[in-house]
């Protein structure tokens, strides 16, 4: 009776969040408008004195447009405690000892060739995230596709030695914390006029965010993966 109840409250909010999710984009596709080429050319020629961002995208969405940048990582953050309100895991996030192990030794004979290759691709897989990361105000890039690439090592761990292993309560509050650092941190320098008047904070300025971004995506779609892929398919 309890789990038939649950089920329902499940597909009574998932229904309800798929007709809000709906009537935004009717708004959105209702109201949306052809942005002017004057626009276009503003950002083109005067990203990089503005902003110092050499990558206009970066420019963008960590300056002239920071408050979107603010509601796309409040997204992430609402998906993933949707995904994890939706669960059907009863909590414990981490596996027991034997569990694991119990797993890995199943696994670990036909996983041989993959354990070596996977061990061989992580450090590479790292520095290209960071890469990404760090240079996103260069070139393309950013904290959303570097904490994409960063979150693709969990992913191939995953499929290598399908056990779970990490902490995603862990990932969650740090996720939390990221995103307030994201909110404080754009206030402060940006909202707060300090770019402006001192526009030798423009880099650093973006180089932290970028990395605070890249963290907190990392976070949040190794915790959605994870949800999704170990504890829904048991």
Known sequence: MKNNKSK????FLGTY??????????LYYKNSEIIPNEIITYY?????????????VTGIYLNYRLYDTFF????????VIGIIHFSRHDGNDHLEDEDVNKVWEENLEQSQLMTSM???????????????IFNGHKSPGGGFQGGA????VFIIKYLVMPTNDIHAEFLYK???????????TGIIFSFGGLLTRYN???VPFLIFMNTLIGIKVFCGLSIVFYRFVFFESR
């Open 8 to 11: 329902n409250r499940r597909i």
């Open 149 to 152: 690439v960063l979150a693709s």
């Open 200 to 202: 030798f904070l423009n």
């Open 118 to 132: 996977g061990g061989f691709l992580y450090p590479f897989i790292l520095i290209f995230g960071a890469y990404i």
């Open 17 to 26: 969040l798929l007709i809000i999710a709906l009537f935004v984009l009717f």
């Open 72 to 79: 796309e990582a409040l997204m992430l953050l609402v998906s």
């Open 174 to 184: 740090t996720e939390k914390i990221l995103f307030f650092l994201i909110i404080s």
């Open 44 to 56: 083109t020629n005067s990203a990089l004195i503005d902003t110092g961002a050499e990558n206009v």
